[in-house]
Nanobody, 131 residues
Framework: QVRLAESGGGLVQAGGSLRLSCAAS????????MGWFRQAPGNLGREREFVAASAYSGGSTDYANSVKGRFTISRDNAKNTVYLQMNNLRPEDTAVYYC?????????????????????WGQGTQVTVSS
């Protein structure tokens, strides 16, 4: 069973950068998809918003339009960790960020973007961007 633990959130000014980490334990994660989602304050009744995904280590990646060119998802297989590098942050990026794993499919054809395609979730890490 895979377990995920996020870290790296915090408070940053608009235009700044943060790097989120998601450490996976219990299974080597290189062959299944990993994704990042977020849930903004006041949006608890809505689904978590897709941010970025990696199909598998060395596979394709995909991003939400709102973060393309600013965020980068990457993996470190030796550390069993996936990262989300966030640059040029905006106040509207403020949210709880969740790491997710889609462990039921090995080497998927594309990075999944829907929440129901992921079966394992971390506890979330808060990112706050001040204006």
């Amino acid at each position: 069973q895979v377990r995920l633990a996020e870290s790296g959130g915090g408070l940053v000014q608009a235009g700044g950068s943060l790097r989120l980490s998601c450490a996976a334990s219990g299974r080597t994660f290189s062959n299944f998809a990993m994704g990042w989602f977020r849930q903004a304050p006041g949006n608890l009744g809505r689904e978590r918003e897709f941010v970025a995904a990696s199909a598998y280590s060395g596979g394709s990646t995909d991003y939400a339009n709102s973060v393309k060119g600013r965020f980068t998802i990457s993996r470190d297989n030796a550390k069993n960790t996936v990262y989300l590098q966030m640059n040029n942050l905006r106040p509207e990026d403020t949210a709880v960020y969740y790491c997710a794993a889609a462990t039921s499919t090995v080497i998927p054809s594309w990075p999944p973007k829907r929440r129901n395609e992921y079966d394992t979730w971390g506890q979330g890490t808060q990112v706050t961007v001040s204006s």
